[in-house]
């Protein structure tokens, strides 16, 4: 009995790999950090109550005292609790960044993953630049501007390249991005916010890709037989 797939068995599970994608497509990073965000949150949280709270009771303290001691302590203390909180927002900045970066990696991964299989190629060490990319899918009749979030994809790109190589983030890049209000001195809620705005659009991208490569190999416009 010949169990031998046919080109037309090949073709259909093509088709279904197309269809089902992004059902395979999770990011398995971000529910780890979000607990290492949320405790440090937590932490953060509880450290500025004590904070205040030493502040409502150093209201009483008697500053004119000689010694100046009870003053010293409460200078002490606050500059204990400042440190605590910058380097407690930085571990937060630091944590959204790596959110960001595996983001990208995560779809770049999928895209030539899904290229690949798509199009039969053996090797995709020509996809390392995403001009290489785009050149490829204008080659098969796809218009990369014309994919869903398209533009969400370069910020993304662009940010995680900022954050790979550089220690600021490039002026146009901080004005493509709307939510970095603060120029290079981001903060850790700017990038949660940008984050949560684009966080969906590497599915959505390639869901969409995926869409088009159908399209593009297996439905038959009068165009296209012509």
Known sequence: MNHELTNNDRRELNQMGLDTFVFNV????????????????KDK????????????????????????????????KLHEYSTDEY???EELKALMEMKIVYLYKMFEINLKKLISAAFSIKSNKKFYRWDAITDFLKSKNINPNLINCYQ????????????KHSDNIDEKLIARIPELINGRYT???????????????????????????YNELYIFDNEKLE
């Open 87 to 89: 380097f407690r927002d």
């Open 187 to 213: 903060k850790y809620e700017e990038l949660e916010m940008f984050y949560l705005r684009i966080k969906s659009s590497p599915i959505d991208f390639l869901r969409d890709l995926s869409s088009k490569i």
């Open 26 to 41: 999770s990011n398995m990073f971000e529910s780890p950090v979000e607990i290492a965000i949320n405790k440090i949150l």
């Open 152 to 163: 969400e994809i370069l910020q993304l790109k662009e940010l995680n390249n900022s954050f």
């Open 45 to 76: 949280s509880r450290s500025l109550k004590e904070k205040n709270e030493w502040i409502k009771q150093s209201k009483n303290l008697d500053v004119e005292d000689e010694s100046g001691d009870l003053l010293l302590e409460y200078q002490i």
